[in-house]
């Protein structure tokens, strides 16, 4: 069964930075990508970034409201996937979710998602 | 970027009834659509992925089409587990956009 789990949320104040992981079971972790959601509370879904496997030189892609502020990595070694926060905003406070990147670019399975909540 | 145009927002339906949502992409995705169910407090599920191909486990009465840049998403016979929001993505080109969802609502 594929597992994954986020964690690192928590209560941080603007322009700090913040790490989230999601640690995935149940899959070859290092045969797939892996992508990065949030959803903000009360609102819709928002992709992130994401991964690519190291057999697609594990090259990322991000959205444009998180590029050069968001870095995401991965450890196959420990089947970890980071996603390091950096001049965090008041408007990325949300839930973040990782998911398994498939076939079409979707998210197979997700984690159960950690809150990050960014406020002075 | 790719818009994601999902109509309604939100919909009331009856146990049994039959639903269809579309979302409307604004450029050509081929059939790189996929269909996710949200429930209150929990992480999204996928339901359908390349348009209309049914992730495993997900039971029949769910089902997706493609036409063009418009995707229909449709519930044959409500089930009480049915009541949440659904949101399309598009896997075509990052970044990777959502609809805005559609609330279906118990009537």
């Known amino acids: 069964e594929v597992q994954l789990v986020e964690s690192g949320g928590g209560l941080v104040q603007p322009g700090r930075s913040l790490r989230l992981s999601c640690t995935a079971s149940?899959?070859?972790?290092?045969?797939?990508?892996m992508t990065w959601f949030r959803q903000a509370p009360g609102k819709g879904l928002e992709w992130v970034g994401f991964?690519?496997?190291?057999?697609?030189?594990?090259?990322?892609e991000y959205a444009a409201s998180v590029k050069g502020r968001f870095t995401i990595s991965r450890d196959d070694s420990k089947s970890v996937v980071y996603l390091q926060m950096y001049s965090l905003k008041v408007e990325d406070t949300a839930v973040y979710y990782c998911g398994n990147n498939y076939g079409y670019n979707r998210a197979d399975s997700w984690g159960q998602g950690t809150l990050v909540t960014v406020s002075s | 970027d790719i818009q994601m145009t999902q109509s309604p927002s939100s919909l009331s339906a009856s146990v049994g009834d039959r639903v269809t949502f579309t979302c409307r992409a604004s450029q050509s995705i081929t059939n790189y659509l996929n269909w996710y169910q949200q429930k209150p407090g929990k992480a999204p599920k996928l339901l359908i992925y390349?348009?209309?191909s049914l992730r495993s486990g997900v039971p029949s009465r769910f089902s997706g089409s493609a036409s063009g840049t418009d995707f229909t998403f449709t519930i044959t016979s409500l089930q009480p587990e049915d009541f949440a929001t659904y949101y399309c993505q598009q896997g075509y080109s990052t970044p990777y956009t959502f609809g805005q969802g559609t609330k279906l609502e118990i009537k």
């Open positions: 991964i690519r496997s190291k057999a697609y030189g594990a090259t990322t």
């Open positions: 149940g899959f070859t972790f290092g045969d797939y990508g």
């Open positions: 390349a348009a209309s």
